[in-house]
């Protein structure tokens, strides 16, 4: 009688344990995919304006430095909003 017990707990607890495919996971999918879009794009967008800015620095033309961040805030801006949204669809367990 005891081990019919205990069979139907380990087989309950089996049961508890498999998770079946569901839509959380694609959401958690996409969400990694949107974070990692998100990195890149924050990445070469800082990458690029560092770039243009030293080199104006060293033109000594700082006339430009308002070109080169009218471009590359509202990118940051894009980036850091596709990384928020893939944080918000991949939330941590």
């Known amino acids: 009688m005891r081990a019919v017990k205990l069979r139907k ?3 309950m607890s089996n049961a508890e344990n498999e998770k ?11 969400g990694l995919i ?15 304006s560092a770039v243009f800015a030293v ?10 430095l308002g070109v080169v961040l009218t471009i590359g805030v509202p990118s940051a801006l894009i980036g850091g909003v596709i ?4 944080r ?3 939330p941590k367990i």
């Not at 079946?20 to 996409?30: F, K, N, Q, V």
């Not at 080199?55 to 430009?64: V, Y």
């Open 55 to 64: 080199g104006l620095f060293d033109n000594g033309n700082l006339n430009d």
């Open 9 to 11: 707990r380990t087989r």
């Open 20 to 30: 079946p495919s569901s839509s959380g996971e694609l959401g958690r999918l996409i």
């Open 34 to 48: 949107l974070i990692v879009i998100g990195v890149i794009w924050l990445v070469t967008t800082g990458l690029c």
């Open 83 to 86: 990384y928020a949204i893939g």
């Open 88 to 90: 918000w669809l991949r």
